[in-house]
């Protein structure tokens, strides 16, 4: 059974701070890997994907690897901003058969301080 | 504008009285899927969708129902709510195309059972 873990549970930074935030799964046999952000209480809003086949994806100040071997993800945030304070969620993707199902990993909470 | 529709956002309701949440995408697609978010637990998927008259059980799918009786609308139906259905719901979809992987998610219901 896949289980994704994220590290840390929450973390706390300066405002213009460079931080990054891990996430493991134990199956490496994995369609492709998602990040999303969620702000309190509101829905999901996806930052990036990474297919099986690639090893990271950038989007502005944020940049995703992805090592499928060693089971791990970094999503790294450059120049941190207070508006980027939210809960970050990895998700795994180990469908490609009937059921695209996402194994969520219990998310890592971001405070920025100004 | 692409997107995942949910209704209501918030519901109050009382047990055992029937329930629909519903969900209706733009896109599309031919998977959709339900997801609940609980403290501590993460998002577990409820029932899922592979395309019209199609659906299957996820992990948690006890206590519902689902129909996917035209491609854009998959309803979730809770016939006797519990207060241990008390959680955030999510529903998402994603084409069903080799390239096009991203799953898109909706603003979530918060449904309370008392």
């Known amino acids: 059974k896949q289980e994704v873990t994220q590290i840390p549970a929450a973390l706390s930074v300066p405002e213009g701070e460079n931080l990054v935030l891990n996430c493991s799964f134990t199956?490496?046999?994995?369609?492709?890997l998602q990040w999303f952000r969620q702000d309190p209480g509101k829905g999901l809003t996806s930052l990036l994907l990474i297919q099986s086949s690639q090893r990271e994806q950038t989007s502005g100040r944020l940049n995703a690897s992805l090592d499928k071997s060693s089971g791990r993800s970094t999503l790294y945030i450059a120049a941190s901003q207070p508006g980027d304070s939210a809960t970050y969620l990895c998700?795994?993707?180990?469908?490609?058969?009937?059921?695209?199902?996402?194994?969520f990993g219990k998310g890592t909470l971001l405070t920025v301080n100004p | 504008e692409a997107q995942v529709t949910q209704n209501p956002r918030y519901l109050i309701t009382v047990t055992g009285k029937k329930l629909t949440v519903t969900c209706s995408q733009n896109?599309?697609?031919?998977?959709m899927s339900w997801y609940r978010q609980d403290p501590g637990l993460g998002l577990r998927q409820i029932y899922y969708s592979m395309n019209v008259e199609v659906t299957d059980k996820g992990d948690v799918p006890e206590g519902y129902k689902v129909s996917r009786k035209e491609k854009r609308n998959f309803p979730l139906i809770l016939e006797s709510p519990s207060p241990n259905q008390t959680s955030l719901y999510f529903c998402?979809?994603?084409?069903?195309?080799?390239?096009?992987?991203?799953?898109?998610f909706g603003p979530g219901t918060r449904l309370t059972v008392l």
């Open positions: 998700a795994v993707n180990v469908g490609g058969g009937s059921n695209y199902k996402l194994t």
């Open positions: 896109m599309n697609h031919e998977y």
């Open positions: 998402a979809s994603r084409a069903r195309l080799a390239g096009v992987n991203e799953q898109f």
């Open positions: 199956d490496s046999a994995i369609y492709n």
